[in-house]
């Protein structure tokens, strides 16, 4: 089995130091020394605001009168103020996302055989401090380091539990947004088709304007050459006046020059 296998979240939670836990201790002289190695649940924020939870892995207190905890994630270590700590329990996804972590930072993940140290180390220092030190029963310190059947069935269920109420929640999701998508397909079809309608208004505006500007220039040649038509007739008329005084004039001579014969 490997580290990570061997690393079960039940083995996680028995190495878990609450809120509470570490205000009530973090006083004494050696809860500095026992606390290390252990795990808080730290609250987060990502980027949008929303809140998460993270496994980090005890590296100490923080200073003298300072109840903040310094904590690893992977091969980055950060203080955190003792109100981000929480009292519940680790879940399976925050623990598979503290291995990732160290996975990816190239951490050793530690044995169960060192898990099953501190947790010995954990409960000699509570013992000592909540009874009598003739009462310490060794038997109770060297207990096997154990999870049962049920709890760990426990775990199952409700991390598949959570499983399955993310993969409705993101059915959910999907098929909101597969809706959202057919409805701006829509709409976006239905706006190229009105944009079609106005170009193709546009292009039988545009041809009908060509039309008529050709027709204008038809007219102004017709005009132009009615014009000509017109100038030439007038001259024409008037050299044809001009042609019938002349007749009139020789008539006129002529009808004169008779009436002189006659009289003769």
């Known amino acids: ?17 609450s809120r509470d836990t570490i205000m009530k201790w973090h006083s004494d002289p050696g809860f500095r020394e026992v606390i290390k190695g252990t795990y808080c649940r730290v609250v987060m924020r990502n980027d949008r605001g929303r809140k998460f939870y993270r496994v980090g892995r005890v590296e100490g207190l923080g200073p003298e009168g300072n109840a903040g905890v310094v904590l690893s994630y992977g091969l980055k270590e950060k203080e955190y103020a ?8 680790f879940t399976e996804e925050e623990r598979g996302a503290f291995l990732n972590a160290l996975e ?16 010995k180390a954990m409960k000699i220092f ?16 060297n207990e096997p380091l154990e999870c049962d059947t049920e709890q760990q069935n426990s775990v199952l269920k409700q991390s598949h539990t959570a499983l399955s109420q993310r993969a409705a929640s993101k059915e959910k999701q999907i098929e ?7 409805r701006v397909s829509s709409e976006a079809n239905t706006l190229t088709g009105h944009l079609r309608d106005k170009e193709d208004r546009l292009t039988t505006q545009r041809d009908g304007q060509k039309q008529f500007r050709v027709k204008l220039k038809e007219m102004d040649y017709l005009i132009s050459l009615q014009a000509g038509i017109i100038e030439g007739l007038q001259k024409q ?24 014969k006659q009289q003769e």
């Open 104 to 119: 990816q930072d190239g951490v050793e993940i530690r044995s169960s055989q060192d898990v099953a140290e501190k947790v």
């Open 82 to 89: 003792i109100e981000f700590i929480s009292n519940g329990e």
């Open 1 to 17: 089995m490997t580290k990570a296998a061997e690393f079960t979240l039940c083995f996680l939670n028995q190495l878990r130091m």
């Open 237 to 260: 008329i008037g050299s044809e006046q001009e042609l019938q005084g002349i007749i009139a004039k020789k008539r006129k001579i002529v009808s004169t020059k008779l009436k002189e």
């Open 176 to 182: 909101h947004l597969s809706y959202e998508v057919s």
């Open 126 to 141: 509570l013992m000592q401090r909540t009874m009598p030190r003739t009462h310490i029963d060794q038997e109770d310190v």
